[in-house]
């Protein structure tokens, strides 16, 4: 036994393994207790019903876990203070549960009285009761972490039993008296919330500290919003799962996750206690960088031996202590573990990096991770249900781990750097010595590593890791789809090298996204690169800039939130307003395509010279894309030259496999506006003749793409253009164009002719009344619309013909927008959406304005192309298009801020 003690503390140095054995044997106790009180509800309530309980009891983890706002981390960190520092922090304690749970309680309540959908299909009575757990589950939380904080760790642990104890007495009092149902179950876990809660509060008036030094509040506050994220998406993941489960897959799923969840959280138990108890070990300094790596290895080795045994035994006791119809649980349970194992270790050196200041490779490899888990879970649910979920799960967390691993890395040999830098600088001002020879024994590590250059050993030791776990996982992709479709192994294995290879050089990775936006909207680029390979091509981007040692670009933070504010209405209001299916997929895939440039592209285009080489390429694509359109629309123009000018237009705008008129055209617009800023700054006279023929062909492809939202787009854009040079370049467009009107194709002018003057067609005619139906519907609904890509299922209730067409021939499930994005934005967000939208807006113009002014070129590029699509915009919707939109996007990120505003940073 003796001999075991000391191998535990030589492999848990600085801490108690007494500690963390009371601790992990409580939370062993807890866990079985809950395990105990969950079989004996799923095999009493069923599989509707445990369902039912397993969403009630989530919620108020899920709002606790949003509402906590660190506090709870700030607490274990401050209460230890003084007797008076801990006094206070109850106090705030008290104050903030009953404040913010009641609040965002509240807040769901309402919402879900005026959309049901939120309650996620609870009856409002249920929802009461879940909402009265909010306060009381906060405040649970919160004194817990303060005793914890102020060392009484056998306190804690004997408190944080009670909830799970009272869940378990109730449910088997309740199934002995035969009213065993969800509702009764859920009040035996909120009344040993409530006597824990209790109890807490007696044991607080106990005096552990002397009277001292109250705390501040804005160190208090500091702390625990920069400890909030990390924690909130860690915590948050595993129970956020059940109701997007709920919503993608159904009850079923939910069911078969709800019994491998308590399994995922099992494997949490370890890694949680040991981050418990290092923590204030840590901010006492018992625990240094080293020891808190060899506590982590020693924890990776215990969850890996933990993994292995729970692989082994999940096929055999989850049929026979659930019951055969939860057998499913165990492949999710296999493709959570090894995210799990990996995960486990990185979360015991994250106390460590909150004593030592290091919280930003924590945030960035949080944030990565759960745009991961997040993407992949809405992709992979709908499909494979629980199992998916759960592979989803996996995958986030160890991108996780091993960006964390890479970032704490990095930031330590940064902070080593620095000591060493002052002390050459004191050593370089110091009298040089004579250097005293001392005797050394070299081992063998010592004489391989000094065999290396010091350059090699760093990209070796800190890309490596990061290097071969990329490969790993793209491999593991490339075999599970080779698995899933046999016939993809060509296509897969081509896939991979070419994945593989703009990881490894992130400036090829950001000039291939750059070619595959226009050649996405050609007629055969469009069925190989469609909206899901470009998103994966950003994510490659982001992968690679870590691998790289890079980091990603650090956009402001108001940029952000009223990004992440916006998105999140969108998904909102499309969601949770109108009548929509909850469960479709294709509608939610939708969103995340449609909103992964707003939230990916900043974190991987900055201004600089990639950027601009990726810009050249994107003009450079668009050319060629505007040269296979011309030939095309002209062949057709050719084979029907017995029609009339108007109806060839016609015909060739609505020909089979044709792309859409009115995204080419913009798209043309926009590499007009990038190669018409780059013409002056060019001196090579091969060069400007290049440039010069591109930007004829891209005049030329927009008069081809008959759309006529692109027509005077075009028209603006060379303007503006025009209007900020000299008279003479004005009057020299002036005259090239009004000599190459006449040599125009009879429909191009015919097409051209409908705007200025001649009659308006059948399109137009209807174009109108979508506008007047979009104008009406926002009048019914000003504050909120009729929710995001409603639009169609409300579409017959406000539209009102006023053209000549037969309205019978109109598809109203196909009009999912109504040709105008302002006006779509209005009617299915109403007057918030429009806020939200208008402010991005307004934050890319005022970037544009700001570099055009300081004389960078991208910044008048940038405003030239938002003109564009600010333009088109009025005639459609191209900005909702995820290729387009993410064009716009790289336009206006290579735009420098101003001077005044400072550089760029980037997060390494």
């Not at 003690?5 to 801490?15: Q, Y």
């Not at 009381?136 to 102020?150: K, Y």
């Not at 967390?397 to 890479?406: D, E, H, M, P």
């Not at 290579?894 to 940073?905: E, L, R, S, W, Y």
């Amino acid at each position: 036994m003796l001999s075991i003690t000391k191998s535990l503390r030589v492999r848990l140095p600085g801490v108690s393994p007494a500690a963390i054995g009371g601790t992990l044997a409580t939370r062993l106790l807890a866990t079985a207790m809950s395990f105990a009180a969950g079989v004996i509800a799923a095999r009493a309530l069923g599989v509707e019903g445990r369902a039912t309980f397993a969403v009630m009891v989530s919620v108020p983890s899920v709002l606790s876990i949003v509402t906590v706002l660190g506090v709870d981390n700030a607490n274990a960190r401050f209460a230890g203070i003084s007797h008076t520092a801990f006094r206070q922090i109850v106090r705030w304690s008290l104050v903030f549960s009953v404040i913010s749970g009641c609040a965002l309680a509240g807040l769901w309540l309402l919402l879900g009285h005026l959309w049901p959908a939120v309650l996620l299909g609870m009856p409002y009575r249920l929802a009461l009761l879940v909402a009265a757990m909010c306060p009381v589950s906060l405040l649970t939380l919160l004194l817990g972490m303060a005793e914890l904080g102020r060392g009484r760790v056998a306190t804690y642990n004997l408190l944080s039993t009670v909830p799970t104890a009272g869940y378990l007495v109730g449910v088997c009092g309740l199934l002995a008296a035969g009213s065993l149902t969800p509702t009764s179950c859920f009040l035996s876990v909120l009344a040993g919330q409530l006597v824990s809660a209790a109890m807490l509060l007696i044991a607080s008036t106990t005096r552990v500290h002397a009277d001292g030094e109250p705390v501040s509040s804005r160190t208090f506050g500091s702390f625990a919003l920069r400890s909030y994220l990390p924690n909130l998406i860690h915590y948050g993941l595993l129970r956020l799962d059940v109701p997007v489960i709920q919503m993608l897959a159904g009850t079923t799923a939910v069911a078969v996750y709800a019994v491998a969840l308590p399994l995922a959280e099992g494997m949490f138990l370890l890694s949680t206690t040991v981050a418990l108890v290092l923590f204030p070990a840590v901010t006492s300094g018992a625990v240094d960088g080293r020891a808190a790596a060899r506590i982590a290895r020693t924890v990776f080795v215990a969850a890996a031996t933990a993994a292995a045994v729970a692989a082994v035994a999940a096929p055999i006791l989850i049929p026979a202590v659930y019951g055969r119809q939860y057998s499913g649980a165990v492949p999710v349970i296999w493709a959570m573990l090894p995210g799990l194992v990996l995960f486990s270790a990185a979360r015991s050196v994250q106390p460590y990096l909150a004593a030592a200041g290091l919280l930003r490779p924590v945030i960035i490899a949080t944030v990565i991770g759960a745009v991961v888990n997040i993407a992949l879970l809405v992709a992979l649910t709908p499909h494979h249900a629980a199992v998916g979920a759960g592979a989803a799960d996996s995958a986030g967390y160890v991108v996780f781990a091993l960006l964390l691993a890479y970032g704490v890395r990095l930031a330590v040999r940064a902070r080593r750097r620095r000591p060493a830098e002052r002390a050459g600088d004191e050593a370089a001002a110091a009298p040089a010595r004579r250097p005293v020879r001392c005797p050394s024994v070299k081992t063998v590590g010592d004489r391989r590593r000094g065999a290396y250059p010091r350059q090699v050993r760093s990209a070796v030791t800190g890309r490596g890791l990061m290097v071969a776990a990329g490969l790993l996982t793209v491999a593991g992709a490339g075999c599970l789809a080779m698995a899933y479709s046999p016939a993809l192994s060509a296509v897969g294995a081509v896939a991979t090298l070419v994945v593989i290879v703009l990881a490894l050089i992130p400036e090829v990775g950001l000039c291939v996204l750059a070619a595959a936006i226009p050649l996405s909207q050609s007629d055969v680029g469009g069925s190989l690169i469609t909206p899901s390979v470009l998103i994966a091509l950003m994510l490659v981007c982001l992968l690679g800039r870590v691998i790289a040692g890079r980091g990603i670009a650090r956009p402001k933070p108001l940029g952000v939130l009223i990004t992440v504010g916006t998105v999140g209405y969108l998904v909102a209001t499309s969601v949770l307003i109108g009548d929509t299916d909850l469960h479709a997929a294709d509608k939610w895939q939708y969103l995340l395509l449609m909103c992964a440039p707003l939230l990916l592209l900043p974190l991987v285009a900055e201004p600089g010279r990639a950027l601009d080489r990726a810009l050249l390429v994107f003009s450079c694509g668009s050319v060629v894309v505007a040269l296979i359109s011309i030939v095309q629309i002209g062949s057709v123009f050719a084979a029907k030259s017995g029609l009339a000018p108007a109806d060839t237009a016609v015909l060739a705008v609505t020909q089979e496999g044709a792309a859409n008129h009115n995204t080419v055209g913009a798209l043309f617009v926009m590499a007009a506006a990038v190669l018409l800023r780059r013409y002056p700054a060019v001196r090579a006279p091969l060069l400007r003749l290049a440039i010069c023929a591109g930007v004829v062909v891209l005049v030329v492809g927009v008069a081809y793409s008959l759309s006529r939202a692109a027509y005077l787009a075009g028209i603006a854009v060379i303007a503006i253009y025009a209007a900020r040079r000299s008279l003479r370049g004005v009057l020299a467009l002036s005259v090239g164009a009004a000599c190459l009107l006449p040599l125009l194709p009879a429909a191009i002018a015919a097409r051209f002719d409908s705007i200025v003057g001649g009659a308006p067609d059948v399109s137009s005619a209807v174009r109108l009344d979508l506008w007047s139906s979009a104008l009406r519907m926002f009048e019914a609904h000003p504050a909120f619309g009729v929710g995001y890509l409603n639009f169609a299922n409300q579409l017959p209730a406000y539209y009102q013909a006023t053209g000549d067409y037969e309205v019978m021939l109109l598809q109203f499930p196909l009009l999912h927008f109504a040709h105008n994005t302002y006006l779509t934005v209005l009617s299915q967000t109403g007057l918030v959406g429009a806020v939200g939208i208008g402010s991005l807006v307004v934050l890319g113009v005022r970037r544009a304005w700001c570099a055009a002014r300081s004389g960078d070129p991208a910044g008048e590029v940038a405003l030239l192309a938002l003109v564009g699509a600010g333009v088109c915009s009025l005639f459609g919707e191209v900005l909702l298009v995820p290729p387009l939109l993410a064009g716009l996007m790289l336009i206006v990120l290579a735009a420098k801020p101003a001077p005044a505003d400072g550089p760029v940073p980037v997060a390494r």
